[in-house]
Nanobody, 114 residues
Framework: QVQLVESGGGLVQPGGSLRLSCVASGFTFSSSVMRWYRQAPGKERELVASITNLGGSTNYAHSVKGRFTISRDNAKNTVYLQMNTLKPEDTAVYYC???????WGQGTQVTVSS
């Protein structure tokens, strides 16, 4: 079955950086578009970034463009989200997801606060 395990979240001050990782299993990772989502308290889950199966194309939500970078290592079945210049409004639980499947991981909490 599809399994997604996110890690790398934590508490960081505004302007700081974090790198999230998501290790995937149970499907052919190198064939799948991968996405990062986030859900802030009281808000709906939103798409943050997307990357094609070989990493040739990426897309970002307007709110994170220029600050976040999605990447992947198909040899490690892992997708990453590098987050720079973090803002308090980036506080959320971050999830990765394979485009073709409905499964979600447990997410990783990111809190941006001074």
């Amino acid at each position: 079955q599809v399994q997604l395990v996110e890690s790398g979240g934590g508490l960081v001050q505004p302007g700081g950086s974090l790198r999230l990782s998501c290790v995937a299993s149970g499907f052919t990772f190198s064939s799948s578009v991968m996405r990062w989502y986030r859900q802030a308290p009281g808000k709906e889950r939103e798409l943050v970034a997307s990357i094609t199966n070989l990493g040739g194309s990426t897309n970002y939500a307007h709110s994170v463009k220029g600050r976040f970078t999605i990447s992947r290592d198909n040899a490690k079945n892992t997708v990453y989200l590098q987050m720079n210049t973090l803002k308090p409004e980036d506080t959320a639980v971050y999830y990765c997801k394979a485009f073709k499947f409905d499964s979600w991981g447990q997410g990783t909490q990111v809190t941006v606060s001074s």
